[in-house]
């Protein structure tokens, strides 16, 4: 089975169990910041990197990440996407992988191949603090199967910021519920 059949059945299960779910619990909806983004300081780019999830109180979780990254010659990046997270024994631990990415080239000497696709898979443990709020140490992989190895090429060129592996340190909120009738 290739990687798209995987992410498909990911995403089938998400969906079942999603709306298993939300007849019987409320949605988590929240926000997140990658603070480890702080080695910008040093560096020679900015990277921010943060997004919104919906937890629907089972394994799996989605996110809608946005990272931007800009170099100092005014070359940017700005990744967005759909992460399907999944918590197989129900400890914290999880997995995940992007069911879609896009990464947008920005500036004013962009090449005309400005819009590429990637790919991203990641690990981590969601450690709750107090509260609604959790500490997230996570690892991110791009391109692991090889299938945007051109792309990657061309987005680490662009803007040297953005890398084939990242160290995350999210913190984040999950404060708002949301029940969905379905009847």
Known sequence: M???GCIA?????FLVTGAAEAAEQ???IGLYGDVSAVDALWTEHVYLHGGITVDTGSRLVLEMPVTYVRQE???AVLD???LLKYDPFDNGFWLGATL???VTLLGEDRPDDWYIYMQEFSCGYTHPVGGSWYVEPSLALRDLTGVFHDSLSSVSEYAAGYSRLRFCLNFGWRGVGLTLPLD
């Open 2 to 4: 290739d990687v798209r």
């Open 9 to 13: 059945i990911l995403l089938l299960a």
């Open 26 to 28: 409320e949605l988590q």
């Open 73 to 75: 010659d005014g070359h």
């Open 80 to 82: 967005t996407g759909l």
């Open 100 to 102: 879609f990415q896009g």
